[in-house]
């Protein structure tokens, strides 16, 4: 908020000190900041801003250090589980959050997402929702391969079962020029064929 009237030296808001005399037109404010450094604030930030700077990187290290795991995977993927559903910036967001997938409240803390999860099996797993119509949640997420999350996809858009109504199950089911097949059918195509020719 712009002040109304000139702020003298002494003037405190957050950590920020008012040093010098400012005399209303001024266009900036100076200030000494808690931590030493010194600072200058534009008259509208004045009410708002609270240190130099030092405050947000204090609060983002203590942030980091809570857990000590800013750096690996696992905190990657929750941070981008978040950022796909919650963020309408996010180049994923239409897939996610636009379509109704959410993050459960639990799950806003990494610590408990992480006490929830635990650390992935194998370096190729991943974050993936059982339920492919439900949100993010301890009940509804595992770590999976890409092949375990490519058929959690696979069953989610394709029919369940073949043209005749035999389902694809893994059994009864094998990949053919990226198409499924039928193995019962193929079976049953096959003895026909048998008959025919013989």
Known sequence: MKPMIPLRAGARFGRLTVTVDRKLGDK???????????????????????????????????????????????????????ERCQNPGDDDWPEYGGRGITVCERWQDFADFYADMGPRPTPAHSIDRIDNSRGYSPDNCRWATPKEQANNRRARRLSPACGNGHLFTAENTRMYRGHRVCRTCHRENERARKAVTA
């Open 28 to 82: 900036r404010i100076q200030c000494m900041c808690d931590c030493g450094n010194e600072h200058s604030v534009i008259p509208k930030e004045w009410g708002r801003t609270q240190s130099c700077g030092c405050l947000r990187r204090e609060s983002n290290s203590a942030r980091n250090t809570t857990h000590g795991m800013s750096k690996t995977r696992e905190y990657g993927i929750w941070n981008h589980m978040r």
